[in-house]
């Protein structure tokens, strides 16, 4: 029998993975499994008001750890296999799934990742729940130590050709920020700085994330590597050449949604530079 059959056809690929994500979400849901969703979706969703998001096309699933079990995890695998998933060979801490998409069908993937928990570095790069693994997500403690959290609720149209509204729970500014301040230094990772700048550009309370900002900067070692790394590369950059107003630059210039918001603004490096840089030295100061 052919599933396309019984499956949703999305227009976009966008609107596909979209599609994906409430039904990942709904499914490690209903497995009792706490988690956090990183990653590109938050500034796609909630930070691309004036400067937008290019995309995101995958899932990455954040699990506490601490209190995910063996068995939680074995139930979530079966119930992700009973809709559609599969592992690859080359790894266990991602599954795939084939959605329509027009008249193709394109793979998705979702991640299994964990927080990597800096001070006493218990856990391994990658945790082995027996029917799947996890691998650590670098600069993630605080969403969990300090329940840096959003809980969202949203629409969505899911690949089994339902429409469902889905409660989410995303990282929040604090949280993001964390994160992508250990990743944007990976060259392969130059649209992390383009999300960093979003988020600062973007927050609907700059204040707010500012204070905050400050007070995990100078008490909390883990956030604080995070923006130091920020700063770092977003003034020195790396031994490759790359650095975050580099980086940033490049899709403000090549995504068109953006041009007509930058062709006035006469020095963009300067742009990018007080936005972000500015920022950082705010909260570095007492």
Known sequence: MDNRLHMRVYATEQEGAKG????????????DIDYVIIGGWIPLLFYSSIYPHPGSFDVDLLLNDKTTSVEKMQTAVRMFKENGYLFSAKNK?????????????????????????APDQEQGIFINWNSAMSISGPGTDIIFLDNERNAREISFDLPDNTTESVRINF??????????????????????????????????NYKELLLKSQYYYHNKLYFKTSIDNIFEFFTQGDKYGNNG??????????????????????????????????????????
């Open 20 to 31: 994906l994500l409430g039904e990942a979400v709904k499914i490690i849901s209903q497995c």
């Open 171 to 204: 990282a929040s500014e604090i949280g993001f920020i964390g994160a992508k301040g250990r990743s944007l230094d990976v060259p392969k990772r130059i649209r992390d700085s383009y999300d960093i700048f979003l988020v600062i550009c973007q927050t609907k």
């Open 93 to 117: 801490f991602q599954l795939h799934k084939a959605l329509n998409i027009l008249d193709d069908q394109i793979l998705f993937h979702v991640d299994f990742l964990h927080r990597r928990y």
């Open 245 to 286: 107003i580099k980086n940033t630059k490049r899709y403000l210039e090549e995504y068109k949604p953006s041009l007509k918001y930058i062709s006035m603004i006469d020095d963009l490096d300067k742009f990018i530079s007080d936005k972000v840089c500015g920022f950082i030295k705010k909260v570095m100061q007492r």
